[in-house]
């Protein structure tokens, strides 16, 4: 009787792409209205940092250190408005960790991506298919790049198509030059054409780029870290009054002067963040 022989590959179909689990999001991403936009940046947020977690988790968590903190100088001052600052300060400590993580990883990212497209024109030196060099070159790429490579090779074994797979590539990292990426190895695979003189162009100008960034971050280093702490100081000086003299900021709220300043000075500082910040994240745009 002959034996029978049982293959233990799944054959790609797809309807396998069905089954792909949607990302746990807060926003629509249409920016509805002024709380959708907020909704959506904080759904970027948590997915481009690379912590892995989902937005509930790190609101929870935000929460927890604003209970935390606050509670804490609650213990320590017994006063309202301290506990509210303290509070509020707990609450943003998770978004700032979170917002540092997404630009080291952006940057890291960027390193590795002119070694990953030279490795990746080799393989296609050797004649192999597009979706070939990929999972070659996938699974010898270091994290954080080579994971949102794996990623998308295992979308493509599951069915899906190059251009699908690929698709959130850019959104996922905050990376357009993956969208370049993208682009070259989806039009060579429905014209074709000369991938490796391609590929080997695309990596001398993402060196060029980074090579340009560190310029520019040089050049301007000093203007950075200046805003910065013209961002920083006034909640610094803010904080000293309040732990120095907890009845502080009831004082100055005391009289009409004082409250008409206190919240013309607060809505000049955040509307002054929000144009530093803006500033520096174009000046940084990659």
């Known amino acids: 009787m002959a034996a029978t022989t049982f293959s233990s590959a799944i054959e790609a179909r797809p309807e396998f792409a069905g089954i792909l689990k949607d990302q746990d999001?807060?926003?629509?991403?249409?920016?509805?209205?002024?709380?959708?936009?907020?909704?959506?940046?904080?759904?970027?947020?948590?997915?481009?940092?690379?912590?892995?977690?989902?937005?509930?988790?790190?609101?929870?968590?935000?929460?927890?250190?604003?209970?935390t903190l606050g509670g804490l100088v609650f213990v320590l001052h017994e006063n309202l408005l301290t506990t509210a600052f303290a509070g509020m300060m707990g609450f943003l400590v998770p978004i700032g960790a979170a917002m540092f993580a997404r630009s080291q990883r952006q940057t890291q990212l960027l390193k590795q991506l002119p070694p990953m497209l030279?490795?990746?024109?080799?393989?296609?030196?050797?004649?192999r298919s597009v979706e070939q060099c990929l999972q070659l070159v996938a699974e010898d790429t270091p994290q954080p790049l080579g994971g949102e490579l794996r990623l998308?090779?295992?979308?493509?074994?599951?069915?899906?198509?190059?251009?699908?797979?690929?698709?959130?590539?850019?959104?996922?990292?905050?990376?357009?030059?993956?969208?370049?990426?993208?682009?070259?190895?989806?039009?060579?695979?429905?014209?074709?054409?000369?991938?490796?003189t391609v590929l080997t162009r695309l990596s001398q100008t993402v060196r060029?780029?980074?090579?340009?960034?560190?310029?520019?971050?040089?050049?301007?280093?000093?203007?950075?870290?200046?805003?910065?702490?013209?961002?920083?100081?006034?909640?610094?000086?803010?904080?000293?009054f309040l732990f120095r003299d907890p009845d502080y900021f009831s004082k100055l709220l005391g009289s009409p002067w004082g409250r008409n300043a206190t919240l013309l000075a607060l809505a000049l500082e955040i509307i002054g963040a929000l144009w530093v910040f803006r500033i520096l994240r174009d000046s940084q745009r990659t």
């Open 25 to 67: 999001q807060f926003g629509t991403g249409r920016d509805v209205d002024t709380s959708d936009r907020i909704n959506s940046w904080f759904d970027t947020l948590m997915l481009q940092c690379g912590w892995g977690l989902s937005p509930t988790v790190v609101l929870l968590l935000c929460i927890l250190g604003a209970m």
């Open 118 to 127: 030279e490795e990746l024109a080799r393989a296609a030196s050797t004649g």
């Open 152 to 196: 998308a090779t295992g979308r493509m074994e599951m069915g899906m198509s190059l251009h699908d797979a690929m698709a959130d590539l850019p959104y996922r990292t905050g990376l357009m030059t993956l969208n370049l990426l993208r682009t070259t190895l989806v039009v060579q695979q429905q014209t074709g054409g000369d991938l490796v």
């Open 208 to 240: 060029d780029r980074l090579l340009f960034l560190g310029r520019l971050r040089a050049a301007t280093a000093a203007s950075r870290a200046t805003a910065i702490l013209m961002v920083l100081i006034p909640p610094a000086v803010l904080t000293f």
